[in-house]
T-cell receptor
Framework: GNSVTQMEGPVTLSEEAFLTINCTYT??????LFWYVQYPGEGLQLLLK?????DKGSNKGFEATYRKETTSFHLEKGSVQVSDSAVYFC????????????FGTGTQLKVEL | DAGVTQSPTHLIKTRGQHVTLRCSPI?????VSWYQQVLGQGPQFIFQ???????GRGNFPDRFSARQFPNYSSELNVNALLLGDSALYLC??????????????FGPGTRLTVT
């Protein structure tokens, strides 16, 4: 079956530190990959996406590269801010899989001054 | 424009009862999907509806059902509630049924507690 594995949190960083949240996937077909963010008390927001191998998704300083050879889609940011504190979810959709997103368990990020 | 709205925000039910959750998609969006998010876990896909037809179903028991109305709003129904049904229920809307082309927009969710 299809699955997404994320590093466990919480991840606690100081402001301006470098962020990496690891994500690997297993898929029976050819997936599109996503990172969603969930701020406290809010729904999920799409942060970035990549639809084919070697694509790089980027948004708000966050980046992730679709690595087919390592089945990975790690999230990175060069300098985090307190406002980046949230839960981050890696997810996939199979091509032809409609709107069915398969999510990882989420990684909580806490950024401190 | 208003985003995806869900009602109620919170509710508490007793085991064995029935619950109906409601979702209004973004104007112009014809696809609605439902997800269950248990505390500390990622969302799990329950249903997708597009143009009032069921387009996908996740691995949930028949106690879970849904429908989509002509105005594209949707209801999720859960019968014979169990303690394990306690979760945040998320609704997402999209222009079309193909995620890779169109982004899904999530509502704030309904927090269901079963006692």
């Amino acid at each position: 079956g299809n699955s997404v594995t994320q590093m466990e949190g919480p991840v606690t960083l100081s402001e301006e530190a470098f962020l990496t949240i690891n994500c690997t996937y297993t898929a029976t077909g050819y997936p599109s990959l996503f990172w969603y963010v969930q701020y406290p008390g809010e729904g999920l927001q799409l942060l970035l996406k990549a639809t084919k191998a070697d694509d790089k998704g980027s948004n708000k300083g966050f980046e992730a590269t679709y690595r087919k050879e390592t089945t990975s889609f790690h999230l990175e940011k060069g300098s985090v801010q307190v406002s980046d504190s949230a839960v981050y979810f890696c997810a996939l959709i199979l091509t032809g899989g409609g709107n069915k997103l398969t999510f990882g368990t989420g990684t909580q990020l806490k950024v401190e001054l | 424009d208003a985003g995806v709205t869900q009602s109620p925000t919170h509710l508490i039910k007793t085991r064995g009862q029935h619950v109906t959750l409601r979702c209004s998609p973004i104007s112009g969006h014809k696809s609605v999907s439902w997800y269950q998010q248990v505390l500390g876990q990622g969302p799990q896909f329950i249903f997708q509806y597009y143009e009032k037809e069921e387009r996908g179903r996740g691995n949930f028991p028949d106690r879970f059902s849904a429908r989509q109305f002509p105005n594209y709003s949707s209801e999720l129904n859960v019968n014979a509630l169990l303690l394990g049904d306690s979760a945040l229920y998320l609704c997402a809307s999209s222009l079309s049924a193909v995620q890779s082309l169109y982004e899904q927009y999530f509502g704030p969710g309904t927090r269901l507690t079963v006692t």
